[in-house]
């Protein structure tokens, strides 16, 4: 796995850094991934399993075909994505404690169950579909947003951007460290 960005977790600005800060991130450090990544695929590395990548396509393709079968009177995306957007402006912002975490972790729940009702207006085509590519975006959205509520929940300290007011004081010896989660079937882990 190649990334850069902060996904890549490099840490070159820290927690307190600024949202624009993160552009050395992704540059200098999309840069040297893609140089590796160029570097690896010449170093006359094996071919990789496609079975996996099959799998995936199946996948996805099946995903896909869901959401053309869907009623179009169903959810619009525009709808959830105004909600989601409104929920974590209000209940996820730089002044945070546990209730309403916990509210807007519930709300984003809610939202990725309405999810499953989404629909498109052009079911006509899937090239160039941009009703469906909005759908498949607000799947990962919602997806980050729940993971970010539910890190905002676990981190019990102040940091930078992230000020919990039930617990005001910055506590490097629980929490210098970064937040990890892994996805199940009842969320964020």
């Known amino acids: 796995l ?23 991130d992704t540059t200098v450090f999309g840069k040297l991934a893609g140089e590796a990544i160029k570097q690896y ?8 399993d496609t079975k996996i990548l099959h799998s995936a396509l199946k996948r996805q393709e099946k995903s896909i075909q869901e959401i053309f079968s869907r009623e179009s009177k169903g959810e619009t995306p525009a709808g959830i994505l105004t909600e989601m957007r409104e929920t974590v402006f209000h209940k996820c912002g730089v002044f945070r404690e546990r209730n309403t975490r916990e509210q807007a972790y519930a709300k984003i729940r809610e939202l990725t169950e309405r999810y499953c009702k989404v629909a498109i207006q052009n079911i006509t085509t899937r090239r160039y579909n941009p009703g469906l590519m909005n759908v498949l975006e607000l799947k990962g959205m919602l997806e980050m947003a729940e993971l970010i509520v539910a890190g905002a929940i ?4 102040c940091r930078g951007a992230h000020w919990r007011t039930d617990f005001p004081a910055r506590d490097d010896k629980n929490w210098l460290k970064h937040t990890m989660a892994v996805c199940s079937q009842d969320g964020p882990v």
């Not at 695929?41 to 990789?48: A, C, H, K, M, R």
């Not at 676990?154 to 300290?157: D, I, N, Q």
Request: proline fraction near 3%; aromatic fraction near 2%; charge should be negative.
């Open 2 to 24: 190649f990334a850069a960005g902060e996904c890549a977790c490099v840490s070159v600005h820290g927690a307190n850094r600024l949202g624009g800060n993160s552009l050395l």
């Open 41 to 48: 695929l010449d170093s006359g590395v094996e071919n990789p």
């Open 154 to 157: 676990a981190r019990e300290e």
